[in-house]
């Protein structure tokens, strides 16, 4: 059959113009199928006056993370005294001597919404999750250097000096777990849902209906991480006072802005540099003060001194 031009032209443009419509649309559309929207930030709520001591999250952290036993205490019960390189997470009990109440508290990593362990990481091993706000911590970055154990105000970051390969060991909220859709172990093992796990808002949130429901209960009517060092993903209600539990008043400022200072002189490395020329010129000094000293001992014994 023959076809004329004007058929053949339209079919060309019939079976071309999808084509190029597709190869121009799909990309977006993937694109747009792909690329997640920003997160908010998680975290957990942690209510004193709910938890019961049972230690059922110490040992869900521990499954979840495959860390080892930690039995140093008697040798046979996992009962770990504070955090270390074999615990990410641990109940404590606060006992006044006194009749004030007593309290149990969770300790883990706050998860700072600015971070002075990750301000620290001089290769930055440890980094903040732009999503979620986790701090976590790069095995392949990380010096041992243990910078972050010192400028950790909770005294949460640890290191494995028992190893050979050493890791820093902290909470970072079962990231994998996380990854496939579970919530952190710890919380989802919870029997009075002491622990919660959540968008740090919706906790928040939660946290000051808690406290509006019942203003005696809890102390100073305050929420702990609130506004502490910047602000916390991990925050706490209490009935005693949060320092007696553990939780140190770090002010409202973010810990690494307190450190500006130090920024400046370790900039292009001033402060090495400057010490590196004090202990220079006190050598030289020293040694100009030793050569002085043997010509005037040679001249009045008149032998040569033999340094």
């Not at 093992?189 to 509006?212: M, N, W, Y």
Request: hydrophobic letters at 40%; proline letters at 8%.
């Amino acid at each position: 059959m023959e076809v004329t031009r004007r058929e053949a032209l339209r079919s060309v443009v019939s079976k071309c113009v999808p084509v190029a419509t597709a190869a121009l649309v799909l990309p977006e559309a993937r694109a747009a199928e792909t690329t997640s929207q920003p997160k908010a930030p998680v975290g957990m709520l942690y209510d004193a006056t709910l938890c019961i001591g049972c230690k059922a999250c110490v040992v869900a952290c521990a499954e979840a993370n495959d860390l080892p036993r930690d039995v140093s205490l008697d040798g046979l019960h996992q009962a770990p005294e504070d955090l270390n390189a074999f615990t990410k997470n641990i109940i404590k009990l606060y006992k006044p001597h006194d009749q004030s109440p007593d309290s149990f508290v969770k300790q883990q990593c706050m998860h700072c919404i600015d971070p002075a362990c990750v301000a620290a990481c001089p290769f930055k091993a440890l980094w903040k999750d732009d999503e979620n706000g986790i701090v976590a911590w790069e095995p392949s970055r990380c010096i041992g250097c243990r910078y972050c154990e010192i400028a950790c105000a909770y005294h949460v970051p640890k290191f494995e000096w028992d190893m050979i390969n050493p890791k820093i060991v902290k909470c970072e909220l079962c990231r994998p777990r996380l990854a496939k859709g579970y919530e952190p172990a710890c919380t989802s093992v919870c029997p009075t849902h002491a622990v919660i796990f959540g968008p740090r808002e919706d906790l928040l949130s939660q946290a000051k209906e808690r406290i509006e429901q019942s203003p005696n209960k809890y102390f100073e009517n305050r929420v702990y991480g609130e506004h502490e060092a910047g602000g916390t993903q991990v925050l706490y209600l209490s009935h005693v006072p949060f320092e007696d539990i553990g939780l140190p008043d770090v002010g409202a400022a973010p810990i690494p802005a307190r450190l500006n200072w130090q920024k400046r002189i370790y900039k292009f490395l001033a402060l090495p540099l400057l010490m590196y020329a004090m202990l220079a010129s006190i050598m030289k000094k020293n040694w100009i003060d030793h050569r002085r000293e043997m010509r005037e001992e040679e001249e009045r014994t008149g032998l040569r001194p033999q340094l």
